[in-house]
């Protein structure tokens, strides 16, 4: 059986090693990363969010979300308030130093898109995110599948 040496997975992979590059050389100044910019942008975008419910929205396994908001913590972008109710669940909030970060990583990240996709007309951009969208609810799909058949 012949293998195909190039695949859409290999061009996915290089769109995503070179996003966290940038995204790591662009943040340094403010000390994180790409790891930590989905976080910051999603806790700001849902203020009082859990960790949990932030795995679950990004697809993360629980040690991937702790470190992350281990990291923005320390770095004082975001802070963790306990739930009330339920003492062992922790709300997560930005904080006002993270509020001009966040609209920084907002330009960074339509400066870079804007990069990628300038020369397409706008149709292919449009189907071209579509299509990724499909993509990525299928492996979602694929792996919840893979986990509840497991044994």
């Not at 995204?23 to 960790?51: C, V």
């Not at 949990?52 to 990291?71: E, M, N, P, R, S």
Request: hydrophobic residues 30%.
């Amino acid at each position: 059986m012949k293998h195909e040496s190039i695949t859409i997975l290999r061009y996915i992979s290089i769109l995503q090693r070179n996003t966290n590059r940038y995204f790591d050389l662009t943040l340094e100044p403010d000390q994180i990363g790409s790891g930590q910019q989905f976080f910051l942008l999603r806790i700001a975008e849902h203020e009082g969010i859990t960790m949990y419910d932030l795995a679950k929205l990004g697809h993360f396994d629980k040690g991937t979300v702790t470190k992350a908001v281990q990291k923005l913590s320390e770095q004082g972008y975001v802070y963790l308030e306990p739930d009330p109710h339920d003492r062992r669940v922790r709300h997560l909030y930005v904080t006002e130093q993270a509020r001009p970060l966040i609209e920084r990583v907002y330009r960074l990240r339509d400066h870079w898109t804007d990069s990628l996709t300038r020369e397409l007309p706008p149709e292919t951009q449009e189907q071209l995110l579509h299509t990724l969208q499909i993509l990525a609810e299928r492996s979602c799909q694929t792996l919840e599948e893979m986990q509840s058949s497991a044994p």
